[in-house]
């Protein structure tokens, strides 16, 4: 699987929109973005996922730049309760990683009122 | 979310004493998983079962043992822990092994002693 590099911490204001980056920059072209986020003493949570296009949900929105060697989850709105650990994974559909998700270090996101 | 649930929430032992940690997926999937997180690392992938057939173990020492009855169904029997094997540990699912879309429990917080 590709490496990913993400900040350690990012802060916010509650309101407004939370951009977290993370560089692949070895992201092979089977390879998707995953993000999760990991609330304190919760389990980890899925956001969304992208291959090459940019993706939106009800939680986030995903944007893959088109070298894909970055992306950026937004989160539009944040809410304290956006509080949390952001996990990206990059993983692919098939070799030895073949399901299985490689968690990192994350980036600390904490959203202040 | 209340589709992976996780018993129980807190355990203490000690490094002679036998438990087992129980998790249970009301989400129709396929695929289970068993993951440590440790204090400041990322999370480990430790089992992985599909269609309840072991498909992956990940170099874990044999005093964990895992159990996997049916699909909703998935054990981790610990015997003879050591202070060290002290984690989160997490249960989740996925509609099937190899999708990366995974559902976490809110886990199980064990204490060897």
């Known amino acids: 699987d590709a490496k990913t590099t993400q900040p350690p911490s990012m802060d916010c204001a509650e309101g407004r929109a939370a951009n977290l980056p993370c560089n692949h920059s070895?992201?092979?072209?089977?390879?998707?973005v995953y993000w999760y986020r990991q609330i304190h003493s919760q389990g980890p949570q899925y956001i969304i996922h992208g291959l090459k296009n940019n993706e939106t949900n009800e939680m986030a929105s995903l944007i893959i730049t088109e070298d894909r060697k970055s992306s950026t989850l937004i989160l539009p709105h944040a809410t304290l309760r956006d509080t949390a650990v952001y996990y990206c994974?990059?993983?692919?559909?098939?070799?030895?990683?073949?399901?299985?998700?490689?968690f990192g270090q994350g980036t600390i996101l904490t959203v202040h009122p | 979310e209340t589709g992976v649930t996780q018993t129980p929430r807190h355990l203490v032992m000690g490094m002679t004493n036998k438990k087992s940690l129980k998790c249970e997926q009301h989400l129709g999937h396929n695929a289970m998983y068993w993951y440590k997180q440790s204090a400041k690392k990322p999370l480990e992938l430790m089992f992985v079962?599909?269609?309840?057939?072991?498909?992956e173990n990940n170099s874990v020492p044999s005093r964990f043992s895992p159990e996997c009855p049916n699909s909703s169904h998935l054990f981790l029997h610990l015997h003879t822990l050591q202070p060290e094997d002290s984690a989160l540990y997490l249960c989740?699912?996925?509609?099937?092994?190899?999708?990366?879309?995974?559902?976490f429990g809110p886990g199980t917080r064990l204490l060897v002693l």
């Open positions: 079962y599909s269609l309840e057939e072991r498909v």
């Open positions: 070895t992201i092979s072209g089977n390879e998707y």
């Open positions: 994974i990059v993983t692919s559909k098939g070799g030895t990683s073949y399901g299985k998700l490689t």
């Open positions: 989740a699912s996925s509609q099937d092994f190899g999708v990366e879309t995974q559902y």
